[in-house]
Every structure is written in C-alpha cells, then in structure tokens.
C-alpha cells in the first residue's frame, strides 16, 4: 500500500496580512496530483487542518473540495485533530464520511480510534493533553499523570499491538529524543516550558510503531529514527523558514524505511531581503512574498513604496542597522531641566554614537517649533 504523509495543512492561515487562500489552493491541488501520480491509497493528515478553531468560510470551502478531490480517487482518508482546530466543528459529518472512507477523529475514548488495512493496522490519535484523561480514571491513576509523556504512556498501555502487522501512530504532539528537542519555527505558536519537556513525549515509547506520522512542528524532520516523522507543513508560514523544504512523505508500507520525499513547490515563495535600499533596488524583480531588511546607515522615508515598485508582495520592512537599536532608556541620562532638544541630542547620541550636526539642530529645532505652533492654534 502506498501512503502519504502531511499535516499542519492551516487552512485559512494569513501571514501578517497577506492571505495564503491562492497558495493552498494551489498546494492542495499539487498534493492531489501526487497522490494521482504515485497511486496512493491512503492519506494521512495528522492534526492542524484549519489554523483557527473557528475556520472562514473559505478556508472550509478548501477542505471540502480537497475532501472530494481526494475522495473521487478512492483515496481513504485519515485525519486527527491538532491544536488549532476545534474538535466539534472538526467532527461535523464525521459519522457519515466514515461511510466514505473519511476518518475524521477529533475525540479520545480510552482506546484509540484503529483501522486496519490489509497488514496495516493505523492508530488515530487527536491531539490531546492530560487533563482530558481525567474522566476517563480514578482519581489516583489521575494523580500519576503528570507530564504528556505520563499520559502518552497510559494511552499506549492500554492497545495491545499486534506485531505480525505494520502499525503506524497519527499523532499531533511535541516529541523529543535523549534531550533533544525538535527543531521549531515561528508558525507553531508553541511555547516551550522552562525545563522545555513537561510537553514533550519521549520518541522511546513509540518504538511499537513501524512508522509515527506526527503533526504539530511545522519544520519536516526525523525523531530518533527516521520513520518517526514530522511531515512539516505544505507551506512556508513563517520568515524563519524561508530555508526550508517543504515535503510530504510517500510511504510504501512493504519497505517503510525507503520512503520518499516529495518536494511541494509553492506557487509564490517567502523570502527575506537583506541589504541597502539601493541594494535591494537592484536585485531581480519577483513576485515572492517578501521581508525586507534594510541596513541603511540613513533612515529613509517610505522606502516601501518604492520597494514594492519591484516586489510587490512585499509585506514587512525592518531597519536593521545599529541606529535602530532598542535604546534602554537607562542609557540615556535625564534631568528634568533638559530641553526637548537636548532630550532628543541624548537619544540620538546613544543610538549614533555622535552628536546632532548643527543642521541637524536646526532641522530639529524647526520641527519642535511648528509642533508648539501647532499646539498654540487648539
Ligand atoms: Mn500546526
């Protein structure tokens, strides 16, 4: 059986106000001609479907027609929830797309949700945190989950796995191995603890499984071993990922270990431009969506305006020359007699290193004297 590994798909996610609707349509349609190319029979998408629990209308809209296009090629379709969806509007019809071969989980009853196949038995896990196994024991089997790991123990003590099958996990977690945690971006919204574990599942327990589909980090890379997998998202959805490939993975369940990677090329990439404005201004127009860093000694004014004359889908400028440095205001010495001008000397010396150029003074003095002007005229 050929199968497919995604996940972290956030339908309906924006990158500061730029809407990624184009570029997951565009990605969604590019998984479904891989699933056609390569004839896979089963789909597995473990956690973060939408990015907000409650999705647009548009980004539900995606799901269903990937839903059908999927769904017209008689593909089964596995899918766990995540983080970020809602679980009950997740769920909706999931009673009857199980007649379809549409397994949406969204809940955790004491047992996880299984589907056999062939020699392949999957295990559907939702995203889940301890507190919800709390109706589900005593009270002092409650008061020896303490941790993720705790609970991820529990759950898995009560499967008994048969070993003459393949077994393959779904699950939308934070996994590490030996101290190591995974390698984040800045699209996750996870915030890692203190200790940086209490979250974290060791990679140890899951040796049960042939192979672990993981959702929830969204930079694709290996566990412990290279068949327990994070995926990583279709798309780029941060900055700091503007290095990454983005993938998902084919998997043939006769020789798991020699699965593929299938790079996804995005119809508009994410990049970061650093340099001077006159720098920028000279490299090669593109239609990417774009982060521009400015390492201008100068200030500039409006320099987006023009920069987006040659990447229009420039979204975000920082300065990030010295001069733009966060001044702590300890530096700065202040005494209550100090005029606005010499206030401002202060600031700019210690953002410089240098004094105002007496035109700069002037400059200055002119720009305080209009805006008292202006004060007087109220
Ligand atoms: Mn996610």
Not at 91 to 111: E, P, R, W
Not at 160 to 187: A, C, E, R, Y
Not at 254 to 271: A, H, T
Request: aromatic share 8%; charged share 30%; hydrophobic share 35%.
């Amino acid at each position: 059986m050929i199968l497919l590994h995604t996940s972290d798909l956030h339908l309906g996610k924006n990158l500061l106000e730029e809407s990624f609707y184009e570029e997951q349509k565009y990605i969604l349609n590019q998984i479904i001609h891989i699933v056609k190319e390569n004839n896979v029979d089963t789909i597995m998408i473990p956690g973060d479907i939408y990015d907000k629990s409650i999705p647009s209308a548009e980004a539900i809209m995606l799901f269903d027609n990937f839903l059908v296009s999927l769904s017209k090629l008689n593909v089964e379709i596995l899918i766990t929830s995540g983080n970020h969806d809602s679980n009950d509007r997740l769920a909706y019809g999931s009673n009857i797309f199980n007649q379809l071969n549409i397994h949406i989980v969204t809940n955790y009853d004491g047992n996880i949700y299984k589907i056999s196949k062939k020699d392949v038995d999957f295990y559907l896990l939702p995203f889940i945190r301890p507190f919800h196994l709390k109706k589900l024991m005593t009270d002092e089997e409650y008061a020896n989950i303490k941790t993720s790991n705790d609970m991820m123990k529990w759950i898995l003590s009560r499967e008994t796995i048969d070993k003459s099958k393949k077994n393959i996990l779904l699950t939308h977690q934070f996994v590490m191995w030996n101290g190591l945690l995974p390698k984040t971006s800045d699209s996750e919204s996870i915030s890692i603890n203190n200790l940086g574990t209490l979250d974290a599942i060791d990679a140890n327990i899951l040796d049960e499984f042939d192979y672990v589909a993981l959702g929830h980090i969204h930079r694709p890379q290996k566990i412990k071993r290279e068949t327990i997998r994070y995926s990583g998202t279709p798309l780029k959805y941060s900055f700091s990922e503007v290095n990454d490939e983005k993938s998902v993975v084919l998997i043939d369940t006769n020789k798991i270990e020699d699965f593929k990677l299938i790079p996804l090329i995005p119809k508009r990439n994410i990049n970061v431009l650093r340099g001077t404005f006159e720098e920028i201004m000279n490299m090669p127009s593109s239609e990417d969506i774009i982060k521009v860093e400015l390492t201008d000694e100068n200030i500039l004014l409006s320099p987006m305006e023009e920069i987006r004359k040659r990447f229009p889908n420039a979204i975000s400028l920082a300065f990030v020359d010295k001069k733009v440095k966060n001044t702590n205001s300890e530096e700065i010495e202040i005494t209550n007699d100090m005029s606005p001008t010499s206030l401002f000397n202060e600031f700019f010396k210690v953002q410089n290193d240098r004094e105002l150029s007496s035109e700069e003074k002037k400059y200055l003095k002119d720009l305080i004297d209009e805006m008292r002007g202006e004060e007087k005229c109220d």
